[in-house]
């Protein structure tokens, strides 16, 4: 049990970490120092190292979820609101992800290949507002998460 908490803790830090840091760290300062026509390749070429971590992540957190709510919980009716509702949020999260990653983060590869720094910079708004509600997501799953059952 303690080997599925921890990996499940450690791929949401990764996960949700990455995301703050992007939203909150680089993206303000991508903006302030790096040029306009040069943004799109960065930010390919950031994702795609991130979103490793985060196919990893998203393993580990659906194996090591279910392997806690079926061994400890004896499955769904026995684990709390918490529990489902992280489940819950987490799905989300997930989807939303795998929307970025098959939608605008592969046209924002598209659009640096073209040398488009255009549409690159359409896509990493898009990108953006998608990350921005997954952080939020992200947090409030953290929140519930770590309050639990005393919330």
Sequence with gaps: MSLAI??????????????????????????????????????????????????LSVLLLLVTGYWMIFSVFGGMAGAGWHIHAMQTLGLVMMLLYFHVYFAPFRRLKQAVADKDPQAGGVQVGKIRRLVGINLILGLIVIAIGSGGRYL
């Design 6 to 55: 921890a990996l499940h803790v450690l791929s949401a830090v990764i996960w949700v970490g990455g995301m703050f840091f992007a939203y909150m760290a680089m993206r303000p300062a991508v903006v302030e120092v790096v040029e306009a026509s040069q943004r799109g390749a960065l930010w390919s070429r950031t994702l795609e190292r991130f979103f490793r971590w985060v196919w």
